[in-house]
C-alpha cells in the first residue's frame, strides 16, 4: 500500500464523504460537498464540519513526509457560512518543517467561486516512526 493509499483511507474522511484529492509533500488538497444533515440550526454548514474538512487536509500534509505527525493544536477562524450542495476544498500547506514540529496553514474554500470559507494554523508534533505500519 502506498502513502497516499493508507493516508487516503482513513476511516473519518471516507464516513464524512471527504475525498482526498492530492497529497505530496508538506501538502495535501480534500473536498467535500455539504450535505444537508452536515448543518446547523440556522441552515448553514455546521462548524464541526468544517473543522473536520479541514483536519483531514492537516491530517494528511502533516504525514505526506511518511514520518507519524500527531496535532498539538489548531486555530480557526470562520469567514463565511458554508451551505447545502456547495462543494468545499481544504488545503493544507507547510510553512514551517523542523525535525520535531511542522506548521501548516490550512484554508477552506468554496470550489466553484474560491470565496474562502475559513482560515487555520495548525501544528504538529513528528514522531520517530514512519506513518506506514510494518510489513
Known amino acids: 500500500m502506498s502513502l497516499f493509499e493508507h493516508l487516503a483511507s482513513e476511516p473519518f474522511a471516507r464516513q464524512m ?56 493544536n489548531m486555530e480557526i477562524q470562520y469567514l463565511s457560512a458554508g451551505h447545502p450542495g456547495q462543494r468545499l476544498v481544504a488545503e493544507a500547506a ?16 468554496d470550489e466553484e467561486t474560491g470565496k474562502q470559507v475559513a482560515a487555520l494554523h495548525a501544528r504538529v508534533y513528528r514522531l520517530d516512526r514512519p506513518v506506514l505500519p510494518e510489513a
Open 17 to 72: 464523504g471527504i475525498a482526498i484529492d492530492e497529497i505530496r509533500p508538506g501538502y495535501a488538497r480534500v473536498s467535500l460537498t455539504l450535505a444537508d444533515w452536515m448543518t446547523n440550526v440556522h441552515g448553514t454548514a455546521h462548524g464541526g464540519m468544517i473543522f473536520g474538512l479541514a483536519d483531514v487536509a492537516f491530517a494528511a500534509a502533516s504525514n505526506s513526509h511518511g514520518t507519524t505527525a500527531v496535532a498539538l
Open 94 to 109: 507547510e510553512i514551517d518543517l523542523t525535525r520535531r514540529t511542522a506548521l501548516y496553514r490550512i484554508t477552506v474554500s
